[in-house]
């Protein structure tokens, strides 16, 4: 499977199906328990963010939880780490047979996260950005008694306004430098990115949070690219003006959400390791997965309490993670 196009810049894909799971089911789809399945790979930064959203939010027990395995082939995102190597609630082996089920001939790659209705077994959506947005103000009667207000209604066109920056230039961008398929068109991208992540420095040196004094989506979007940035997007994407670590503000700054609550126990270094140099071979033909980076500076002080905000604002930490969502010991920090 190949993801670079010799000659030419990476462009995304950005069309998804557009169905929403909303208070009022004006899609078919009303918000309701049990109706739904998550599907979220944890290599996935993607999908990572909406699982991050759904245990900030307390939404385990309305809207289950399927994990799939951290590589895929060029047909789908699979269970094979699941015993039996199916998807123990709907019953799949591979997510593409959920999209089949609604759309025979659907024509697109098969992303993670989505939704799958399980009832029926179909794929409901796998916007990835309006998931959370949706998450965050359609599920409001089942959020947890302290749930955070991750995308309150004075900050949002703030919100939106960072968030699509961080999306083009970093979520996106080491994307770009990863999967350049010219100098030029790598030098470009790799530019933009140390642009804006040097606009992030500057922003995060006077306050805690990207907008506001709390938590918001926004900081759960730049997260899931920070965290990986040193474990696989310095090396394999090519994206080394420096790591993380040599960026004080935005290491302390991502280091204050690992240890956070919904953040740092929903990280698995493992599968986002093994995806990434595992499922590239256009760029790691040999498919080796390295060994490092060190990881124990995650667990370290990080001295952003000095700046003030509130994490949670006027809410509560999640509670632990449930024993069947944990993420293996050996898969997270090592001791």
Not at 92 to 112: E, K, M, S
Request: hydrophobic share 35%; glycine share 8%; net charge negative.
């Amino acid at each position: 499977m190949s993801y670079v196009e010799n000659g030419k810049e990476f462009t995304r894909d950005t069309n998804y199906i557009e169905t929403r799971i909303t208070a009022d089911g004006r899609d078919g789809y009303p918000v309701e328990p049990g109706r739904y399945r998550l599907v979220a790979a944890r290599a996935c930064p993607w999908a990572h963010r909406s699982i991050i959203v759904r245990r900030l939010l307390g939404l385990e027990d309305v809207l289950s939880l399927g994990i799939p395995g951290p590589t895929h082939d060029p047909r789908s995102w699979n269970f094979d780490e699941e015993p039996g190597g199916v998807d123990p609630v709907l019953n799949i082996p591979r997510l593409q047979d959920a999209y089949f089920a609604r759309f025979p001939d659907y024509p697109r790659g098969i992303t993670v996260p989505a939704i799958v209705e399980i009832a029926t077994g179909q794929v409901v959506t796998n916007n990835f950005p309006q998931i959370t947005l949706d998450l965050e103000t359609e599920w409001t009667q089942y959020h947890r008694d302290g749930a955070p207000d991750l995308y309150p209604q004075a900050l949002r066109s703030e919100i939106d306004e960072v968030s699509k920056r961080v999306f083009t230039e970093v979520n996106n961008g080491v994307y770009r430098c990863g999967f350049a398929g010219s100098q030029e068109a790598y030098n470009d991208a790799y530019d933009r990115l140390f642009t804006a992540l040097d606009w992030l420095t500057g922003r995060l040196s006077e306050q805690r949070y990207l907008v506001g004094d709390t938590i918001t989506e926004a900081d759960v979007r730049l997260f899931t690219t920070l965290v990986r940035f040193d474990a696989v997007y310095h090396g394999h994407f090519k994206c080394n003006r420096s790591k993380l670590t040599e960026i004080p503000v935005l290491w302390n700054y991502a280091r204050d959400l690992f240890q956070t609550a919904g953040f740092g126990d929903t990280v698995d270094f493992d599968h986002i390791k093994r995806h990434y140099y595992v499922v590239h071979t256009d760029i790691n033909p040999t498919s080796i997965v390295p060994k490092g980076p060190d990881l124990h500076g995650w667990l370290e002080p990080h001295g952003r309490e000095s700046l003030g905000g509130r994490p949670f604002g006027d809410g509560t930490p999640p509670p632990p993670p449930r024993t069947e969502e944990l993420v293996p010991t050996d898969h997270w920090v090592p001791a």
